[in-house]
């Protein structure tokens, strides 16, 4: 069976990635150590920077994720910044930041980086729009679920089993990019 590392400390994630990978018989192995995160903009630039540098000191392919949660109403915030913004106030803290805002609509984004030593890197890019709720809802998930509704929708991520979630998140769908890849190698 081939095997891919998952450069992340984030054991949610590795479940999310264990699930699709073993519909194509490849074992996903978490490996945890950190690579730097640049400030910037954009979630793309981040995840090259990061496989840039894990591939100077890794010799298995592997994948990477950075994700982001993108609120309107507060220009984008948290943004590229959101695991920083979420270990700091949680999603109670950005429940306060839209205590009075009207306009609710959010973007999570995902992008999933491949990188195999001395090969140039592969980015896979996946969104999910929806609204922020009013309170936090549902105990499944991590991060920001329990306070993301996606479009069509009318329970959180939290609220919802893996699968499901699968289905409509940012991560499940730039997963699905990254796994028609492999499909194809």
């Known amino acids: ?13 590795v479940i999310e990635a264990k699930n699709k990978f073993s519909e194509i018989g ?4 978490q490996k945890n150590f950190g690579y730097p995160e640049i400030q910037t903009n954009s979630l793309e630039e981040v995840a090259i920077y990061g496989v840039k540098h894990i591939q100077n000191h890794f010799d298995k392919p592997f994948i990477l994720e950075d994700a982001g949660l993108f609120i309107e109403q507060l220009n984008g915030f948290p943004g590229v910044y959101s695991a920083f913004v979420f270990y700091s106030i949680g999603c109670k803290g950005v ?13 999570f984004r995902s992008v999933f980086a ?4 001395n090969k ?3 980015i896979f890019v996946g969104e999910s729009n929806g609204i922020i709720t009013q309170k936090e809802k549902g105990n499944n998930g991590f ?5 993301f509704i996606p479009n069509s929708e009318t329970r959180t991520f939290a609220e919802m089993e893996t699968g499901e979630k699968n289905i409509f998140s ?3 769908k ?12």
């Open 26 to 29: 490849i074992e996903v192995i």
């Open 120 to 122: 140039k890197q592969k």
């Open 1 to 13: 069976m081939k095997k891919i590392y998952f450069i992340t400390g984030n054991k949610g994630k």
């Open 170 to 172: 940012h991560r499940g």
């Open 95 to 107: 429940l306060k930041l839209m205590e009075n805002s009207k306009n609710r609509k959010a973007t």
């Open 143 to 147: 991060g920001y679920d329990p306070i």
């Open 114 to 117: 491949y990188g195999e030593q």
């Open 174 to 185: 730039s997963l699905e990019k990254l796994i028609d890849f492999f499909k194809i190698q």
